[in-house]
Each structure stands twice: as C-alpha cells, then as structure tokens.
C-alpha cells in the first residue's frame, strides 16, 4: 500500500499528464528518441523505445548503428529505426564523426526527449558521437537521460552535464560508485538518500535516480524515495523500461508547460522534473511487480513491456476514462 507521500506525489504526476483529447494531433503527446544499439546489444534500446510507446508517447525512435538497426526492425514494426550511428569498425572511407555527429544532430530539433545509452557501448565513435549530442542537446534544452554506457560519458567527461538541470541519470550502485568516485564523493559516509543528495549537487543539480531495493531521487536539493513493491527476479534489461517511461513521462511535462490543454498550471518546472522522476520509478516497480507475480523466476526484460501500460493504470490512473 502507497504511503501517503507516495499517493501525493503520483497525484501530482497524474495532474502532468495529458488528457485523451480529440483535438490533439500527432506528436504532441511526445517524441523520443532513444540514442544506442551497437553490433553486440539491440535488446536494451528496443526496451526503452517500447516502454516510451507504451506509457503512451506518440512516435517513438532509435537511433542506432546499422547493425541493429537491421535486427531491431525485425522487433517491432512501431518503433522508427535510424541507422545513423557508426562503431569505428564499421565506419565507410567518406565517413568521419563530423559526418555521422551531423545527421544524428539534424533530428534533435524534431525531438522532446532524448535517452542516451541503452546498447551504446564502449566504442570511442558512438561515445563521442553521444557526447555531440549532449552537447547541442543542452544548447537546444532538450531534456535527457543517461543510463548505462551513456553514464560513462558521465564519469569520464561530467562537464557535459555539469549544472544541466534538465537532466536524468539512472545509475545503479556500481554506477552511482564510478560516478561518485569521479566527483570525489565518498559513497562510505552517510545514508543513501544523503549520498546521492550529495552526488546530484556535486553535478550541479542535476537528477539522480539511484535504483536499488529502494530507489533514491535527488537534485540536491529536494530528496524522494520510490519504495513501491517490485519483483524479486534481477533480470538484465528492467532498468530500459524505466528509462522509456521516464522519457516520455519528460515529454507529458513539456506539454504540461507547453500549456496544450487547459489545466491549472499550479506546478513547478523543477517539481515537475522530480515528478517525472518519481513517476517513471513508481511504474517501473510495478511492472517489475506485475511481470514477476506473472513469470515468477522466468521474468525477463520483455515481460515488463507488457505491463506498461497496466502499471501506468494502477500508480498513476488514466484521466476520464473507464480503463
């Protein structure tokens, strides 16, 4: 059962999220773009993109190396796959970072939010392809998250996002102690909640969700916990489903700013970005809840593709409708 915390602040997100209306046109309801998949790993962001579909954004993208694209294609028909990133073995004779950075920059003006490392991989041509993006991504203030090897970015180059408040990183404990140690953070003194306060404002303020048994969420200033239940299996992959769901999530936000439908305007960009924060934790441990009740110790990343929806139902609820 929620606490009452917890019920108030999932009332705020349902108060972010945009009606069903008949008056709405295509992309208004978000478009997101998840930025990964090498040669080796086309699972994770074909997950991100498809919790994005899920919880309901209206043109969900990957943009990723051919290689992928070829086999994330084959995933799911609803999913727009671009084959515009390079692993440096697979670069063409007429191809440099200039030319592979110049058309994946060209689709970030059509974007709300962008998901940066899910399948990325190591590979010095994507990550430095990625830290482009970043880079004219906060010129343009698009939102972003950083998970997995986009979180390399951060540990190794954290000037990139230093101070961009507009801002997601998702790192789990191993990730949060690299990023902490980048910092010069001790990760030994003080309570979690306490530690990764400390780590969002070393960053500037930007938004950690440390995810754990409890997943803690900081801009340094304002701390939440997400304490929902989720499943007890620890599959590789549940942690793309959270980023999905928070990307589109940060585009229901732009639209609540954007003002496309009447309401009261009574929240806070900077609450907002915590919300949606909270909002895409709250979902992800119910998905993980529901897959695992379903699958029991079979549950795999996959089986919580399939409960986005529900589990957006059951946290956050649908607005005027019998859902």
Same mark, same amino acid.
């Not at 063409?92 to 899910?118: F, K, Q």
């Not at 732009?254 to 806070?268: F, M, P, R, S, V």
């Given at each position: +059962? ?44 074909? #997950? ?10 209206? +043109? ?46 060209? +689709? ?5 939010? $962008? ?10 041509? +994507? ?6 993006? $970043? ?40 990730? #949060? ?8 953070? *001790? ?61 589109? %999530? ?24 915590? %919300? ?8 992800? *441990? ?38």
């Amino acid at each position: +059962m929620a606490n009452a915390t917890t019920k108030e602040l999932l009332g705020k997100v349902y108060k972010m999220v945009p009606p069903m209306l008949e008056s709405f046109h295509k992309g208004q309801l978000g478009r997101v773009a998840v930025i990964g998949g090498s040669e080796d790993y086309t699972g994770a962001p074909y #997950f991100s993109a498809m919790a994005s579909a899920k919880l309901g954004c209206d +043109m969900s993208h990957v943009i990723c190396e051919p290689t992928a694209a070829a086999v994330i294609k084959t995933y799911s028909p609803n999913l727009m796959v671009h084959p515009y990133m390079r692993q440096s073995k697979n670069l063409a004779t007429a191809e440099n970072l200039d030319t592979v950075a110049t058309e994946v920059l060209a +689709m970030l003006s059509r974007l709300h939010v $962008i998901v940066i490392g899910p399948g990325l991989g190591r590979d010095k041509l +994507m990550q430095e392809t990625c830290a482009r993006v $970043i880079t004219e991504a906060r010129k343009q203030n698009i939102p972003f998250v950083l998970d997995a090897d986009g979180l390399y970015l951060a540990q190794t180059r954290p000037e990139l996002v230093d101070g961009y408040k507009e801002c997601i990183l998702t790192p789990n404990v191993v990730e #949060f102690g690299r990023l902490a140690k980048a910092k010069g953070v *001790r990760v030994d003194e003080g309570k979690p909640e306490e530690l990764c306060a400390k780590l969002a404002s070393a960053f500037g303020g930007v938004t950690i969700i440390q995810k754990g048994a409890k997943d803690y969420i900081s801009n340094g200033t304002t701390t939440l916990v997400s304490d929902g239940e989720g499943g007890l299996k620890r599959s590789g992959g549940q942690g793309d489903t959270l980023t999905g769901s928070l990307a589109t %999530l940060l585009a229901y936000r732009k639209a609540y700013h954007d003002g496309i439908w009447e309401h009261e305007g009574d929240l806070e960009k900077g609450e907002t970005l915590a %919300l949606a924060a909270f909002g895409g934790s709250a979902i992800t *441990r119910e998905c993980s809840r529901l897959a695992f009740k379903e699958k029991g110790r079979s549950m795999q990343a996959a089986d919580l593709t399939e409960h986005v929806h529900q589990a957006f139902l059951n946290v956050v609820g649908e607005k005027g409708s019998k859902l």
